[in-house]
């Protein structure tokens, strides 16, 4: 019988094969460009961000935007740290999104969207894209571990670091609430937890073994230069589009194809 996770990973394969080229390759841009907008809009009109909020009881009321607009609350108020703060959300997650192709980010955002949802009306608290940006960082952190970032413009800090960190505030935060309100950091990262799962729990059976040269390849090569395994075409060829799978045909790591050959190898 097959694994749950590797009935998930085909499942995805399937679907991404017959309606990934439908999903914008571009989400990324997109939701951190509302996010900007929410907050200029909040300066014009102080507590407009008020009206973004998912809360339950105003949806029950006939609110229905807030089902989806919760997603691009501004992360931060103050604009120095909100240029920064939006500028890494869109530099991981248009690299997260590369990796995984438009339909499965699509589906990430989604699925982390649902369970922030669920959660909130049960907890009876207000949702927000808190969780869903620290999710986003643990996808980017789990796909390429040792891209190193610069902490603070000072320390240089590889990114699974960075997600470890974000794991204890994680539990740190899940700790400082009560009842039901403590499931809510990890159902609202369920998403990663669905999309990464098998990688993490590869890296966790592998923990204090040096990563593996095709790991450092692709993490190497990902903000820079990526190459079809199967073809060879790089990225020089700006028609073509790539993705890295990590099905069991490519031993559970991550693999580089373009769009052609991610759909039938």
């Known amino acids: 019988m097959l694994r749950a996770p590797v009935v998930i990973e085909r499942t995805l394969t399937a679907l991404d094969r017959r309606v990934g080229r439908y999903f914008p390759q571009n989400l990324t841009v997109y939701l951190v460009g509302l ?16 009206f973004l909020t998912f809360e339950p009881a105003r949806v029950a009321r006939g609110e229905v935007w807030r089902l989806f607009t919760f997603v691009v609350l501004p992360p931060t108020t103050r604009p120095v740290f909100l240029f920064f703060s939006l500028w890494w959300t869109l530099s991981i997650g248009k690299t997260v999104s590369d990796a995984m192709g438009g339909f499965r980010y699509t589906l990430f955002w989604l699925v982390g969207m649902l369970g922030t949802s669920l959660l909130s009306v049960f ?12 999710s986003l960082l643990l996808a980017f952190a789990t796909l390429f571990p040792d891209y190193e970032v610069m902490l603070f413009f000072v320390l240089r800090v590889r990114v699974k670091w960075l997600g470890l960190i974000e794991l204890g505030l994680l539990a740190l935060i899940a700790l400082g609430m009560s009842g039901w309100q403590r499931l809510l950091p990890f159902v609202a990262v369920g998403n990663y937890l669905l999309f990464f799962g098998g990688n993490l729990y590869g890296q966790l059976r592998s923990r204090g073994a040096r990563p593996d040269a095709t790991t450092r390849k692709v993490a190497d090569e990902a903000p820079r230069l990526r190459r079809c395994t199967r073809c060879g075409v790089t990225e020089e060829d700006r028609s073509v589009e790539f993705r890295v799978c990590t099905c069991e045909k490519c031993g559970g790591k991550p693999t580089e194809f373009c769009l052609a050959h991610a759909r039938d190898h």
């Open 123 to 134: 907890a009876g608290v207000p949702g927000t894209n808190q969780f869903l940006l620290m």
């Open 35 to 50: 996010m900007a907008v929410a907050w200029l809009l909040d300066q014009i009109y102080p507590g407009f961000t008020g």
